[in-house]
């Protein structure tokens, strides 16, 4: 054994086992080969770069002054480490603003500022400014107009006097567009063939004079439209029609009221003095009571009551003289 360690193929072995382990070293700290800890740390500092839309708020003391001309929402482009800049597009705690506070009555040109954002991610905004006009703000009270199509209404019915709650709003804004304020309208959209009241929550919209929406605050913004629909009515007399009588007897009918009450149109109730009421006589052979249905001409939608008590006497047609 002693021969063995110190012969020549002993030690030929040992440089052999020597260089394995170092080509294998070599393998694993060259560039491109990452550990598990080296790729965790590979994640925490590779660079990112990510583009979103944000608010755009605006510092101004809103008692006084009305702003207008900036756009409601910004791009910022984030560009950072990776799990920053994900962490961050995620739960936006960082703010993009316009700073107006020293700023007087008139068109600016003011540029965009960031605060909350960390150190580590840099941005680049679009745009990077923005013109803005501040005025003073004004207010004015005004009436809610109500619009809609009268043709929707079904056959024989007809609109009410449409209410608006609340009936008056308040309209806020800069000088200018006050100062061009003519109504503030609710559009009620209506399908075709209503025959019942309307009731619905509209959206308020401010206009000038020529009917173009101007860019002001209305409060409250919506309002609850009432509009009710109903049938033109009148008392009518009724006529008893009897058919289908039996040869050999003789028929009294008398109805329980004279009158009943007509639904319609305004121009059909203003020609009609009465209306018929059919009583069949087909299968009566002794005195009965019925109850016989109203008849509906065109433009009567309905009446009350519907139908009518009967009384039917029957009775035999006395003999002829030979």
């Known amino acids: 054994m002693k021969k063995f360690f110190n012969s020549n193929l002993f030690y030929s072995i040992l440089a052999l086992l020597c260089a394995i382990l170092l080509s294998v070293y070599t393998r694993s700290t060259r560039v491109g080969f990452v550990t598990q800890s080296q790729r965790s740390q590979t994640t925490q500092t590779a660079t990112k770069e990510q583009s979103i839309k944000v608010p755009l708020q605006v510092s101004v003391d809103t008692d006084k002054y009305y702003v207008v001309g900036y756009p409601e929402k910004v791009q910022i482009r984030l560009s950072g480490p990776s799990a920053l800049v994900t962490s961050t597009v995620n739960t936006q705690s960082f703010r993009v603003f316009i700073d107006l506070t020293k700023l007087k009555v008139g068109k600016h040109r003011v540029a965009l500022k960031v605060s909350g954002l960390s150190k580590q991610i840099s941005y680049s905004l679009k745009p990077s400014s923005v013109t803005v006009n501040i005025q003073k703000k004004k207010s004015r009270s005004l009436p809610v107009q109500i619009e809609y199509n009268k043709n929707t209404v079904a056959t024989g019915y007809h609109f009410g006097t449409a209410s608006s709650d609340p009936r008056i709003v308040n309209v806020t804004g800069s000088g200018s567009e006050i100062n061009q304020l003519k109504r503030v309208v609710a559009r009620v959209s ?38 009710p629909v109903k049938l033109y009515h009148k008392k009518v007399k009724i006529k008893l029609n009897t058919r289908n009588e039996a040869s050999g007897k003789i028929y009294s009918v008398t109805a329980s009221r004279n009158y009943v009450t007509v639904y319609g149109s305004k121009k059909v109730l203003a020609h009609l003095s009465q209306i018929p009421v059919d009583v069949n006589l087909a299968d009566v052979k002794n005195n009965t009571t019925r109850q016989a249905k109203v008849q509906l001409p065109k433009g009567v939608v309905r009446t009350k009551p519907a139908t009518v008590k009967v009384k039917i006497k029957v009775g035999a047609s006395p003999a002829k003289d030979e």
């Not at 308020?204 to 409060?219: S, T």
């Open 190 to 227: 209506l399908t075709k063939g209503v025959d019942k009241s309307v009731e619905q929550q509209v959206i308020l919209v401010a206009e000038d004079k020529k009917g173009h929406q101007l860019n002001v605050v209305i409060d409250p913004a919506t309002s609850l439209i009432r509009i």
